[in-house]
Nanobody, 112 residues
Framework: QVRLVESGGGLVQPGGSLRLSCAAS?????MGWYRQAPGKQRELVAR???????NYADSVKGRFTISRDSAKNTVYLQMNSLKPEDTAVYYC?????????WGQGTQVTVSS
């Protein structure tokens, strides 16, 4: 079993920044962030493996950066130049021996 604890969501104006954090209860192969806006399907935002390989959704490339602190089993999502269309519930995701785990979700709202 893996427990994920997220933090860092909130309300920010367009062009602003936020950093999300997700702490896992144990070492994880791959961790990532997904998001789900009202009426839309959950989509991958960014993912990072234990080796440091990353991939991003096209819509966030150049604006968001995913990183991890392996010693703390924590993944971060630095979100810059936020747009209203980034508004969603953001979920931390972890892959562990073929199983997938989800955090409880944190709301990110980009609005003036």
């Amino acid at each position: 079993q893996v427990r994920l604890v997220e933090s860092g969501g909130g309300l920010v104006q367009p062009g602003g920044s936020l950093r999300l954090s997700c702490a896992a209860s144990r070492s994880i192969y791959a961790m990532g962030w997904y998001r789900q806006a009202p009426g839309k399907q959950r989509e991958l935002v960014a993912r990072i493996t234990s080796g440091g390989s990353t991939n991003y959704a096209d819509s966030v490339k150049g604006r968001f950066t995913i990183s991890r602190d392996s010693a703390k089993n924590t993944v971060y999502l630095q979100m810059n130049s936020l747009k209203p269309e980034d508004t969603a519930v953001y979920y931390c995701n972890a892959e562990f021996f073929g199983d997938t785990y989800w955090g409880q979700g944190t709301q990110v709202t980009v609005s003036s």
